[in-house]
């Protein structure tokens, strides 16, 4: 339960509960935006007075409030919930139907991939005794031997043993690229069906259409490693087998992954990417799709990027922190020939989506969102409620701030929050009882 709040913020809350109708309107808003920490409001272009980032605490009438939609739970827990939610339906409805998609894509080819970056350096490890047989120094002079057992909360997990020699540059110049190396192994794979079927890639096309959900996930070391989950349709139909066999499709993937290169021209010659040799493969079973589902899912509300500023107050900078000033670094080399953004370099040079999925492979996040919001409509009209603040898509809709008016209210609506997740949990255990 949220913990009692300081003395000024209990004051802004009373002030707020001597206004009725200010309660009720933060109420509304509340239940509109799901809770969401850090809410944005607009206005009507027609109704619009003036444009502003500061809200007053008797300014919420008028004003749509919309949720953050953020996915990272530190920022926003209730809409990262959400976002984990949805994830979860997409991966599953992928995995066995459901939702619009036909449940035979159940039987259809399925396997789960994991796909790791290349060594840049020896780093502490936590499986087993860390470097316990190397005895030599590195050429700076540095022990290549730890012998530390490390546990897994363990800080100095995926530190260099050697920043000198650790390939920094070439992490970085990774993660910005994983997206375009996960493109080329998808074409590589195309070809390779093909290629087995004893068919063009044109007919291959034709013949069986690739599906697939991908998700980045960063290790702690501070690279990032793709899990992706494969699937073979019928070109034309869902509700067709596909033509080639899992077996076919595992046998692609063998052949393909240790081939997949990207080139990346630099001022100073050319830099080959690949995938590292530890490659995961699992044919995907029935038994097994709820965990694959949550654990596909839980990355997405992690947050890849360093708070630099954090870390500078702190005192000191953690291995995640040097890879990102180098990445703010690279990003004003002209060697790396903008291989690198600025934007970045807070997440260590990637700057992609961490979830991607083919059009085909489930649902979207906007067809999810319109079977909730109408979901949640049929409820309020069964128990004769208002409906909730309407927001009509056809209407233009100007920004007019974000956040609550005050810590106060940001107070109460997150005890809200939490008061309606004890009372789910409670009817949960009351159902579960009843059985």
């Known amino acids: 339960m949220t913990a009692l709040p300081e003395e000024w913020v209990l004051s802004e809350v009373a002030e ?28 009507t272009v027609t109704t619009i007075e003036r444009r502003s980032t500061k809200i007053s605490a008797d300014d919420y009438n008028g004003r749509i409030a919309r949720p953050c939609g953020s996915r990272i739970r530190s920022y926003c827990e209730a809409c990262s919930y959400l976002y984990y939610g949805d994830s979860l339906q997409m991966v599953r409805t992928g995995l066995i139907g459901g939702k619009g998609i036909p449940e035979t894509v159940a039987e259809h080819p399925k396997v789960f991939l994991t796909l790791t970056a290349p060594s840049f350096g020896r780093v502490h490890a936590s499986s087993g005794v860390c470097h316990p047989a190397l005895r030599r120094a590195c050429r700076h002079g540095r022990s290549l031997r730890c012998g530390i057992e490390h546990r897994w909360e363990d800080p ?104 997949v290169k990207l080139k990346l021209a630099l001022a100073k010659g050319n830099r080959v990417l690949t995938w590292g040799p530890e490659v995961d493969l699992q044919v995907v079973e029935p038994a097994f799709v709820d965990q694959i589902s949550g654990y596909v899912s839980k990355y997405l509300s992690k947050d890849i990027g360093v708070d630099l500023a954090a870390e500078e107050e ?31 370099a807070r997440s260590l040079g990637f700057g992609g989506h961490l979830m991607s999925a083919s059009k085909r492979f489930s649902l979207s996040r906007s067809a999810l969102s319109a079977i909730r919001r109408d979901f949640a409509q049929m409820a309020r009209e069964a128990r004769g409620e208002a409906p909730d603040q309407a927001f ?21 609506v997150e005890l809200e929050r939490q008061q309606r997740l004890a009372a789910i949990k409670e009817g949960k255990e009351v159902i579960r009882e009843g059985r």
């Not at 933060?26 to 809410?39: N, Q």
């Not at 009509?392 to 109460?412: K, P, Q």
Request: hydrophobic share 40%.
């Open 16 to 43: 707020r509960f001597r206004d009725p109708q200010g309660v009720a309107d933060l109420h509304a808003r509340a239940r509109a935006t799901k809770y969401c920490a850090h809410p944005i409001f607009l206005r």
């Open 156 to 259: 100095t997990v995926g530190v260099p043993l050697c920043h000198e020699c650790y390939d920094g540059p070439g992490q970085i110049l990774f993660n910005a690229s994983i997206s375009r190396l996960w493109d080329y192994t998808l074409i590589g794979l195309r070809r390779e069906l093909s290629r087995g079927a004893g068919v063009s890639v044109r007919r291959g096309q034709e013949l069986v259409r690739l599906e697939y959900l991908r998700v980045f996930e960063l290790q702690r070391r501070g690279a990032l490693h793709a899990h992706a989950i494969v699937r073979l349709d019928s070109w034309n139909n869902l509700t067709e087998e596909p033509t080639l066999s899992v077996e076919d499709l595992v046998g692609a993937i063998d052949r393909v992954i240790p081939h």
């Open 314 to 344: 702190s005192g000191g900078q953690s291995h995640l922190a040097y890879l990102a000033s180098l990445a703010g670094d690279m990003a004003k080399d002209p060697i790396f020939l903008r291989q690198v953004s600025h934007r970045n």
């Open 392 to 412: 009509d898509e056809e209407m233009t809709y100007r920004y007019d701030g974000r956040d609550w008016a005050s810590t106060g209210d940001a107070w109460l």
